[in-house]
Structure formats: structure tokens, C-alpha cells
């Protein structure tokens, strides 16, 4: 008996400490590069929550949504910030993640904020199906921001062969519009976009609208778009409000990370929004009632609970 006792105790030992470390209380939080919102907000939602919960949360600069996806793949990463249609594709094995194991273990933790769908075109093109025959940039050769173009143009029945399309990253799109090198062009990013915004102090453009018609096309087929309205003045030159898709900016995690865990986290999160929007304005956009819009991967079991809890209607996600 004397023998056994300290064999069983370190069995329970080992059980205990294996079983207790998908609940982990140290949290690696992937963001983006150290001059974007992704990090910039990943550090404000680490410091609130580290102050008002047991979680320790440090945040990596990383290169974004692709490369934050592969850092909880790898577990080098628990929590991050990812555009919610760049979850779906990785979840399903599809466009950015084309042959790729589809990650059937991602979870959604909750959607923080829109990342508009920008189409900003010159005064002669007032509409997305004036587009066909024109000169577009579709953003960075095999970003997100071109795969969200080619959906949107499919949509309107505008092909490859179409369009002139040219890979230019935003700001560069920006100085080719102004001089007249392409007639459009695509950006996704939150609202108001400082270089958009920097454009229309010298340059009179049109920002196109997307219908309802071409909207329900769309979500027959991506689940992940949503529909905002862009305010009239936030770019100086746009007198009216515009309509456009938009994806989510959302929080991720691996399905292994413990339900406890990513509870406490999501309570911390929208119990102290009050404190988050006092440090990072993009904190003004979290809310509960709408935390689950765009949702495009299924529900973390931890996060799952909180919006049983607080009373949000889940069926479809359980």
C-alpha cells in the first residue's frame, strides 16, 4: 500500500495538470503589424482585461489575419484577430487557403468591428456595373482585399476578362486613381481609411453603393458579409450616405482552448467596454447585441455560454 499511494498520487498529478491546461490563464493574443489597428487594438483589450481578470494576455505583432490563423494552428498563438470571411475560407480549405487541411477546429470568440468594402471610383463611374471595361485595382496580389473584389464584381456578373485588373496596394491606389492611371479601385479597412480620407481633401470621387439585389446574391453564397452604412461627410467630398458590404474584424481561437478560459475572457471583454473605448476608439463599436453578426465559423463552447447567459438567441449556432 505504502508503494502504491505515491504512484496514484502522481498519476492524479499528471491528470490534473493535463486536464487543467487547455484552461491556461497566460494567452498569446496574435494582432497584425505594429502600425495597424489589429495590434493597436489587441493591446488595448490585453491591458483591460489583464487588469480586470485572472488572464495574463500578451500580444504579438504578426502579419495578420493569414499568418494569425497558422499561429493557432501551430499553438503558438490562443487567441487572435482575423478578418471573419479569412476564417471561413481557412475553416473550409477555400481561396486564401486553397489546398490547404481545411482548420475545422477554429472557433469565433465574438465580432468586434466592420472592415468596410470600399469601391472608390472616379466621377464618371456612378455605379459597380460601370466597372466592366475599366482599369480597377483589386488590391495586393493574393490578399483578402482581392478576393472580397472578384466576389463583389461576380456578383454584378463582371468577370476576369472584363475589367483591366492591376495589383496595387492601397496607398497606391490612391495616387493611381488621382492621376488617372486606373478609373477604381478596392479597399477593405474600417472606416474612415486615413488614405481615402487624405484623397478626398484634393480629389472628387464617387464611393459606390452596393443594392440589396446584389447584397442577397452575395449571401447566398458567403455567409460573412454584412451590410453598413458609410455616413455622409466622413469622407469631405461624399455628401450621402453609402451603402456597402462589409466584412467583420473578429477574435478567434483554437477549439482546445479551454471553455473556461474563453468565458472569462468574453465577460471581461463587454462587462469593461466602457474602460476599452476609453482607450482605443474602436472600442465604441463593441456590443453585445450585435457580437454575433457575421459570424462564419462556429461558436467557441466558452463564448458560446456567455451569450446563453446574457440572453442572445444561439440556437443556430449550437
Not at 455567409?223 to 466584412?247: C, H, K, M, R
Amino acid at each position: 500500500m505504502r508503494k502504491t499511494l505515491p504512484l496514484m498520487l502522481v498519476l492524479v498529478l499528471f491528470v490534473f495538470a493535463f486536464t487543467g491546461c487547455a484552461d491556461t490563464k497566460k494567452l498569446t493574443l496574435a494582432t497584425g503589424g505594429t502600425t495597424g489597428t489589429y495590434y493597436s487594438y489587441g493591446s488595448a483589450i490585453a491591458t483591460v482585461l489583464t487588469d480586470h481578470s485572472d488572464l495574463k494576455i500578451t500580444v504579438a505583432s504578426t502579419g495578420a489575419s493569414m499568418a494569425n490563423i497558422e499561429l493557432l494552428r501551430k499553438g503558438d498563438a490562443q487567441i487572435a484577430i482575423v478578418q471573419n470571411d479569412v476564417a471561413y475560407y481557412a475553416s473550409t480549405g477555400t481561396d486564401l487557403f486553397q489546398g490547404e487541411e481545411p482548420y475545422e477546429d477554429l472557433r469565433m470568440i465574438a465580432t468586434l468591428y466592420s472592415e468596410d468594402v470600399h469601391i472608390v471610383a472616379a466621377k464618371t463611374i456612378t455605379d459597380i456595373a460601370d466597372l466592366r471595361g475599366k482599369t480597377v485595382s483589386v488590391g495586393d496580389a493574393g490578399s483578402g482585399t482581392e478576393v472580397n473584389a472578384w466576389q463583389v464584381l461576380d456578383a454584378y456578373g463582371i468577370s476576369k476578362e472584363d475589367i483591366n485588373a492591376v495589383n496595387l496596394g492601397f496607398g497606391e491606389s490612391s495616387e493611381a486613381l488621382k492621376s488617372g492611371k486606373i478609373d477604381a479601385f478596392f479597399a477593405v479597412s474600417g472606416s474612415p481609411a486615413t488614405y481615402i480620407a487624405n484623397l478626398s481633401a484634393n480629389y472628387d470621387f464617387n464611393l459606390l453603393s452596393v443594392d440589396e439585389e446584389h447584397y442577397e446574391t452575395l449571401c447566398n453564397t458567403y455567409g460573412f458579409y454584412v451590410l453598413e452604412t458609410i455616413p455622409a461627410q466622413t469622407y469631405s467630398n461624399i455628401l450621402q450616405d453609402t451603402q456597402v458590404l462589409a466584412v467583420k474584424a473578429v477574435l478567434v481561437a483554437d477549439k482546445s482552448l479551454g471553455a473556461e478560459t474563453v468565458h472569462t475572457f468574453v465577460k471581461a471583454l463587454f462587462e469593461n467596454q466602457k474602460e476599452l473605448e476609453s482607450v482605443h476608439p474602436k472600442g465604441a463599436l463593441l456590443d453585445e447585441s450585435t457580437a454575433l453578426n457575421g459570424v462564419s465559423v462556429p461558436l467557441h463552447e466558452g463564448a458560446l455560454r456567455y451569450y446563453e447567459e446574457i440572453g442572445e438567441d444561439v440556437s443556430m449556432y449550437e
